[in-house]
């Protein structure tokens, strides 16, 4: 299984972003995707999470100008990063919880991660 991110570069303070990340290889079904970020010197933090169902977990400082979304026919998991700032400068990366079988456990999948930089 492999999740590939991509969407990231530079946009200026005020700009918008999409961030996109597909999982592929076997997979049975995906329970929860999410997406992170880590700043230099940082811990790394949920930025916002969504269930196979649609229910949505928000950071307070990405509220109300982040979206995320999922395309379940697509396993793929969006971020809309609107009115950015520089303190949201970081590597992004997306996750999911995967079963790859019927059989199997559900197992924690990380993506390469996606350079955000805000800056004028």
């Known amino acids: 299984v492999q999740l590939q991110a991509s969407g990231g570069g530079l946009v200026q303070p005020g700009g918008s972003l999409r961030l996109s990340c597909a999982a592929s290889g076997s997979i049975f079904s995906i329970n929860a995707m999410g997406w992170y970020r880590q700043a230099p010197g940082k811990q790394r933090e949920l930025v916002a999470s969504?269930?196979?169902?649609?229910?949505?977990n928000y950071a307070d400082s990405t509220k109300g100008r982040f979206t995320i979304s999922r395309d379940n026919a697509k396993n793929t998991v969006y971020l809309q990063m609107n009115s950015l700032k520089p303190e949201d400068t970081a590597v992004y990366f997306c996750?999911?919880?995967?079963?790859?079988?019927?059989?199997?456990?559900?197992?924690?999948?990380w993506g390469q991660g996606t350079q955000v930089t805000v800056s004028s």
């Open positions: 969504i269930t196979s169902s649609g229910n949505t």
């Open positions: 996750a999911a919880v995967i079963r790859r079988t019927v059989v199997s456990r559900t197992e924690n999948y």
